[in-house]
């Protein structure tokens, strides 16, 4: 093992039961992290986290490309497998498989040797039936065959796992239209039936427009209970191929580069209950929308997001947890902790570090990345108003003011702006630049027991804009030291004291007040991902 990865390994699972923002009483596995020494986080690299030297090593050069015979043989295979089988591929690359569906039951598709069967070229995996397992298969030097990802997890209970994909943007059209020079947006992978598992893979290299996962909700409300777990996500980058050069397209082709995007907003008022926790992510600038939650009930957990210029996003529905999670952005520039809009969530015990939202180009609050950022609304939440998709102007792609939000025992700490009460500009929609008139401000959000501690005077603690103050909020025992900009005042519940602290295996340990960092853990590929690494590792 790397020597960060005995610094930092050493947890305990504990099966437990929480009780989530609706009162619904649910199972889960929650990670106690307890690192072994202390550790610097700011002289982390995203090398050290993502390189997984403990890991073996897999050369792709030195694997064979399979024949064309033997290729047509294993989509044959696949195509006609039976309830029950197990398919165990060898080694080689095979290349051009195409849409390949999978109508069978409780079948298993696995490499022989991990790392080493390479699906390469145009190709999709479609799991039609139930119970079915992809197992250590590598997607590269190729692409999905059909925009909703090299694999399609339909049908009940199916798990991809051990698996990787790397630089898997090749050999597919990518061009702008000609309707409004959109480029288009190709997943990796694809969720539509219900409790699917994502578990231990590697996905590396994301340069083209789509969403890396994406769930696709249906509009009712059978939750989805998907499991997103111990996987890696690495360098997803935006512009690579030039798509934010079109100007009056910069907007939309901007859009659609999130690492998972949860429901959307057709379905954003209904529960998916999916998990999303101990992912790694790192490097990974796609757009301003990392973890995109659009659906209900969902619980973001004990992942480590590593220098990715983009935030956690509660974009639309409702009741959703954040809690247990590491912001490192390592001073760079437009990183963010977590942006929220519509009701009833919360976020509490997550940690961010370092972060520079404001990238010294955008004036006022609009669209800051902050810590914790309240952002304004379209409605009138405090009245009871409502997106609604018969409302002209008001559907539920829009912005749902927040609403009955807790925000407790979160740290901050370096961060350039920490507590934002936002007042974003909102337009009429991704292709209309119109500005909508009338904005609302967030009601009722309770402020417990957090802190933000800036050293530097030239960070802020708390950032707000006095012509759009939050209504009816509360402060309990909140610790902002640094500067405050914003507020003549400040409400009672507010400390600017300098707070005593104490460093708990690299964390700030805050009295009183601020996360519990014995539940937090930076991950590393020694924790998550695949079982093996691939080299050459880097592509881009």
């Known amino acids: 093992m790397t ?3 005995f610094a930092l390994t050493a947890a305990l699972s504990l099966s437990t039961f929480y009780v989530n923002a609706n009162n619904t009483k649910q199972q889960q596995v929650i990670e106690v992290s307890q690192p072994a020494s202390s550790i610097d986080l700011s002289a982390l690299s995203s090398e050290q986290l993502v390189a997984g030297l403990s890991r073996p090593a897999i050369d792709l050069d030195s694997v064979q490309l399979a024949t064309p015979e033997a290729t047509e043989a294993l989509k044959q295979q696949i195509s006609n497998a039976q309830d029950g089988e197990t398919i165990s591929i060898p080694s080689g690359r095979f290349a051009n498989l195409g849409v390949v569906n999978i109508t069978a039951d ?49 049908g009940n209970r199916n798990t991809l796992k051990n698996s990787t994909f790397h630089y898997f943007i090749e050999d597919y059209a990518y061009e702008p239209d000609e309707r409004r020079s959109e480029y288009p947006k190709y997943l990796w992978v694809s969720l539509w039936g219900k409790e699917a598992k994502v578990i231990n893979n590697r996905f590396e290299g994301k340069h083209k427009r789509g969403t890396l996962i994406g769930v696709q ?4 409300d059978k939750a989805d209970n998907h499991v997103i777990k111990d996987n890696i996500f690495y360098s997803q980058k935006k512009n690579r191929y030039n798509e934010l050069d079109i100007k009056k397209a910069i907007r939309y082709n901007g859009n659609s580069w999130e690492a998972i995007r949860i429901g959307d907003s057709k379905s954003s008022q209904w529960p998916s209950r999916t998990q999303f926790v101990n992912n790694l992510l790192v490097d990974s600038d796609g757009e301003r929308e990392l973890i995109s939650v659009k659906s209900g009930e ?4 004990g992942n480590t997001i590593f220098e990715s210029a983009s935030m956690i996003s509660l974009r639309h529905g409702k009741a959703n947890i954040v809690e247990n999670n590491v912001v490192i952005g390592n001073l760079k520039e437009d990183t963010g902790g977590i942006r929220i809009y519509d009701e009833n969530h919360i976020v509490r015990n997550n940690y961010f570090t370092g972060l520079r939202g404001g990238g010294g180009k955008i004036a006022g609050n609009a669209d800051v990345r902050g810590g914790v950022v309240i952002n304004t609304g379209i409605i009138d939440v405090e ?6 998709q018969a409302v002209k102007g008001k559907e539920l792609n829009k912005q749902w003011t927040p609403k009955n939000i807790t925000i407790e025992n979160n740290t901050l700490v370096d961060v350039e702006f920490g507590m934002v009460h936002g007042n974003q500009t909102h337009r009429a929609s991704l292709f209309d630049n119109s500005e909508v008139e009338t904005t609302h401000t967030g009601d009722k959000i309770t402020f417990g027991h957090n802190v933000v501690f800036n050293d530097e005077e030239s960070l802020q603690s708390l950032r707000a804009d ?8 509360t402060y309990n025992n909140e610790v902002y030291f640094g500067a405050i900009h914003g507020f003549d005042s400040l409400p009672n519940g507010i400390s600017t004291e300098k707070p005593n602290y104490k460093k708990v295996n690299g964390f700030y340990q805050f009295e009183g007040a601020g996360a519990d960092v014995t539940k937090l853990k930076v991950l590393t590929a020694d924790d998550v991902g ?3 690494r691939l080299t050459p590792s880097d592509k881009s």
């Open 106 to 154: 409780n079948v298993t598709i696995k490499a022989e040797q991990p790392g080493k069967t390479l699906l390469t070229g145009l190709v999709q995996l479609v799991t039609k039936g139930d119970d079915i397992t992809l197992d250590s298969l590598v997607f590269t030097d190729g692409g999905p065959a059909e925009r909703m990802g090299g694999i399609k997890l339909e």
């Open 298 to 301: 969902n619980r973001i957990a």
């Open 383 to 388: 009245n009871g108003e409502k997106l609604d």
């Open 217 to 220: 909700k249906n509009i009712d």
């Open 466 to 473: 006095p012509t759009a103050e939050l209504t009816s909020p």
């Open 3 to 5: 020597p960060i990865a």
């Open 530 to 532: 695949p079982n093996y």
